[in-house]
Nanobody, 120 residues
Framework: QVQLVESGGGLVQAGGSLRLSCAAS????????MGWYRQAPGEQRELVADVTTGGITNYADSVKGRFTISRDNAKNTVYLQMNSLEPEDTAVYYC??????????????WGKGTLVTVSS
């Protein structure tokens, strides 16, 4: 089993910054991509950003230039630095990891989510 534990959410004013962290632990051989998704009330879950083991990143158009995803492979941890936050960024943010276990079996894992609220 693999656990993803997120931290760093909270309440911030528009224009402010937050940094999310997500640490993966458990039966891990390697992790391919790690990323962040978000889900606002009444909306579908959407990709915010992801990063491969080699550091290739991908961002949603709505966050390009404001958010930065990074990863520490040694710690199985992914970060999301969020700057110039807007009320539209308000959502529950979920960590995602594409994990290969010691038996070379791959599975997608999700964290429980952390709430980010941006006030206007």
């Amino acid at each position: 089993q693999v656990q993803l534990v997120e931290s760093g959410g909270g309440l911030v004013q528009a224009g402010g910054s937050l940094r999310l962290s997500c640490a993966a632990s458990g039966s891990i051989f390697s992790i391919h991509s790690m990323g962040w998704y978000r889900q606002a009330p009444g909306e579908q879950r959407e990709l915010v950003a992801d990063v491969t083991t080699g550091g290739i990143t991908n961002y949603a158009d709505s966050v390009k230039g404001r958010f930065t995803i990074s990863r520490d492979n040694a710690k199985n941890t992914v970060y999301l630095q969020m700057n110039s936050l807007e009320p539209e960024d308000t959502a529950v943010y979920y960590c995602n990891a594409d994990v290969i276990d010691p038996g070379y079996y791959g599975m997608d894992y999700w964290g429980k989510g952390t709430l980010v609220t941006v006030s206007s």
